[in-house]
């Protein structure tokens, strides 16, 4: 028994401890035939050694062991995951059934109502008066089928670039949609239309008055959503899928359209277009991952990085009460008796099974005919669809399906107002700019609290060119939050826009400076910029050099935001570092044929030269008259000069620049041209003097001032901050060619979107 006690740690003398270690040193031999004492193997097994002495785990065998059992845990727990082996939702869902508070799950505050803890709330109408009320509208306006009615088969099947960031056109030159945002080209068949913008853009075609530069327009581009107010699951699977949606020209271009696929507006008309922060901000209730209504904060809005300068503090109580969003409830009580079934087509749909989640969704209506969320599901479905297939047939689809939500009985509020602001974005998208204005109206209506949803109709009322009403809204907005600082960038635009240059200026800057989202946007740093240049404010420079660490400028000079990344950046240039010094040469030897075509229709009685009236000059008298726009030949024009137009009509790279003009352009003496800049970064800008003062016209691009020759050529990229004086004691006349950046690829010049 002595070497049992002696394993066992519990005493043992010296003797014993000797002969323990003689007899396991003696029966070394015998134990290798496997005749070791029972006492041996006791003490081993116990942990004690041969030798007698109290065994200890030696720090490495602990070790390994210790690493083993981590290492079976962590694999276990990978497998679990991996091969699905608990299926969590369905669990999840079961609890449904003890949902306590109507909020479409289990959590602590129903197991606090269950245990006594917690009184139960009152069940709350989904449907509000205001909502009953709409009901009818909402039935009147849904189609009888679930299909889609009146969808023309000619409309293009390209869909626009799901990122709609909208961008507003900065002032100084023609800015119109870039990157992406084509409008269809057909009246619009939604049924909430009040009038077809085919009839809009008609008009402003008929209207065009083809200015040397424009300002205060607002205009779609397509870099990242329009702002479209993307719900947080389709900006999450647009960001997924990023390789099915990359535009065929770099950077930020972004053109799913053709290039006839374009839109062309009256270039006086203020044109506002949404822009991707203002969309994210204004869908406040977005989407859950899946239908257990988890919230998430928009990528977008986790993304966007805010300047130590505009970034509003992490403990400010009104952040934080915006960053506490109630869970959206999207399931009325008859849905949570199928929140199994939704739940397994909506994993479908986040899966990117889109085609499968959308035969699940319509399987489900066909079953559960009054049912929201499953015709919420398929309209979804539709929306991801049209993006994937690029389809506008597709994306009209969705929007009656949503339109058909809104219209079932019992539908959620929260289901409500995410089905019809969902509709008004995609409306938008589309173009349809009157439709999705009448749905934000009714959302307004609906939910009249909701000061994110009076900031989109502001911004709906702008993108129809009605600053009016979108005044009144703002007013209204600033009223009740006079701190809204999406508010306060839009009304400040508006201000300027009216040429309340002075009163513009807190507008702009406060809002930029709240760091809210949908403020940080390059347009807002320009026009307060410009706004301050215009009051003699050197703080100017300063709003442009922060908007150019922002990376919204390429410089503090170089200020387009319809940009091709990469191009060559220089504010003059000479013929040859164009290469073309064929058309250089061609202008210069028939320089006084375009003067005098030009000097004979400047008789103000034939009308042709039309006054600037974009808000550019300070003071003075300056007209042009336009030849080509947007690579498009005004034929008419051209028969008052149909020499000059035969010249040009051999030089591709003019005429076709689709982002450009060529015109005639008149100064008269005492004029002053505030320094602006021009859209893009895709072309540059010759002058070709025709009547040209000896003293007193001058024109400074960046940092270097320049003046005009008879019969020469200057060539900068106006791009770059530019500024025109004239004056002498009688008119200035030159001609003005654009031409596509040299360093555009042939298949950029087709594809990009005409300015």
């Not at 003398?13 to 323990?20: P, Y």
């Not at 080209?185 to 077809?196: K, W």
């Not at 869970?327 to 949570?336: E, G, R, S, T």
């Not at 204005?437 to 009714?442: A, G, H, N, P, R």
């Amino acid at each position: 028994m002595a070497p049992r006690k002696n394993a066992k740690g519990g005493g043992g003398n010296n003797s014993s401890n000797s002969s323990s270690s003689s007899s396991n040193s003696g029966s070394s031999s015998s134990s290798s035939g496997g005749s070791s004492s029972p006492g041996a193997r006791r003490d081993t097994k116990h942990g004690g050694h041969r030798n007698g002495k109290k065994g200890v785990l030696s720090g490495s065998s602990f070790f390994t062991w210790f690493m083993v059992i981590a290492l079976l845990g962590v694999w276990t727990s990978v497998a679990v995951v991996w091969f699905d082996l608990v299926d969590y939702e369905e669990v999840l869902g079961k609890l449904g059934v003890y949902d306590a508070d109507g909020d479409g799950d289990f959590d602590v505050d129903d197991a606090k109502v269950l245990l006594g803890l917690k009184e139960r709330s009152p069940s709350k109408p989904t449907v509000g008066p205001e909502e009953a009320e709409t009901r009818a509208w909402l039935k009147e306006q849904a189609p009888e089928g679930s299909g889609p009615q009146h969808i023309e088969d000619e409309i293009q099947d390209e869909i626009h670039s799901p990122l709609h960031e909208t961008v507003y056109t900065e002032h100084g030159e023609d800015l119109q949609e870039e990157d992406g945002l084509a409008r269809e080209q057909q009246p619009e068949d939604d049924d909430f239309l009040v009038a077809s913008d085919m009839d809009d853009r008609l008009e402003s075609l008929e209207t065009e008055t083809l200015q040397e530069e424009t300002e205060n327009s607002y205009h779609a581009e397509e870099t990242a959503s329009q702002a479209y107010n993307q719900d947080i699951e389709d900006m999450m699977y647009k960001q997924e899928n990023s390789d099915s949606t990359e535009p065929t020209v770099d950077d930020d271009e972004r053109t799913y359209h053709d290039a006839d696929d374009i839109t062309y507006q009256d270039h006086d008309q203020q044109v506002y277009e949404l822009s991707e922060s203002e969309g994210i901000e204004s869908s406040v209730l977005a989407d859950s991952n899946i239908i257990l209504e988890e919230v998430h904060a928009s990528p977008a809005e986790e993304q966007q990085e805010i300047p130590p300068e505009t970034n509003r503090k992490t403990d400010d109580p009104e952040q934080k009460e915006k960053v506490k969003k109630k869970k959206p409830k999207l399931l009325n009580k008859f849905d949570k008796t199928i929140k199994a079934e939704l739940d397994a087509a909506e994993k479908l749909r986040k899966r990117g099974k889109i085609e499968e989640a959308k035969t699940a969704f319509e399987e489900l209506i066909r079953k559960y005919p009054q049912s929201p969320r499953a015709r919420y599901g398929k309209a979804q479905c539709e929306d991801d669809l049209a993006e994937k297939r690029r389809s506008n047939d597709m994306l009209r689809r969705a929007i009656e399906t949503y339109q058909e939500v809104a219209g079932l009985p019992d539908v959620p509020g929260d289901l409500l107002r995410l089905s019809l602001k969902r509709r008004s974005d995609r409306q938008q998208f589309l173009g349809h700019m009157r439709g999705s204005l009448v749905t934000l109206k009714k959302l307004v209506e609906l939910f009249p609290d909701d000061t994110s949803l009076k900031n989109d109709l502001g911004v709906g009322y702008l993108l129809i060119g009605d600053n009016d009403n979108a005044k009144k809204v703002y007013e209204k907005v600033l009223n009740v939050t006079p701190n809204d600082g999406f508010a306060k960038v839009h009304y400040g635009f508006i201000l300027k826009a009216q040429n309340k240059i002075a009163e513009s200026i807190p507008y702009l800057k406060e809002g930029i400076e709240s760091g809210e989202p949908g403020t940080d946007d390059g347009r807002f740093y320009f026009h307060l910029g410009d706004a301050l240049q215009r009051v003699g404010s050197k703080e100017a420079y300063k709003w442009y050099e922060l908007g150019h660490k922002r990376g919204h400028f390429a410089s503090v000079w170089q200020r387009s935001l319809y940009n091709v990344k990469g191009l060559r950046a220089q504010p003059w240039w000479t013929p040859r570092e164009t290469g073309y010094t064929e058309l250089v040469k061609s202008l210069e030897r028939n320089w006084k044929l375009i003067r005098d075509e030009g000097v004979a229709v400047m008789d103000k009685t034939k009308g042709l030269f039309l006054p600037e009236d974009e808000n550019l000059r300070e003071k003075g008298d300056w007209s042009q008259f336009t030849l080509w726009q947007q690579g498009r030949k005004n034929e008419n024009a051209c028969k008052g000069a149909p020499k000059t137009c035969s010249l040009l009509d051999k030089f591709p790279e003019t005429t076709g620049c689709r982002r450009g003009q060529i015109k005639y352009s008149v100064m008269h003496p005492g004029t002053h041209v505030w320094p602006h800049t021009g859209p893009t970064n895709c072309r540059l800008r010759m002058h070709l003097g025709l009547v040209i003062p000896k003293e007193g016209c001058k024109i400074r691009c960046a940092n270097e001032t320049k003046t005009w020759e008879e019969g020469k050529v200057l060539i900068f990229d106006d791009s770059f901050e530019h500024e025109v004086w004239q004056d002498a004691t009688s008119f200035r006349l030159i001609f003005i060619v654009d031409v596509w950046h040299p360093e555009l690829t042939p298949q950029q010049r087709r594809t990009l979107p005409a300015i």
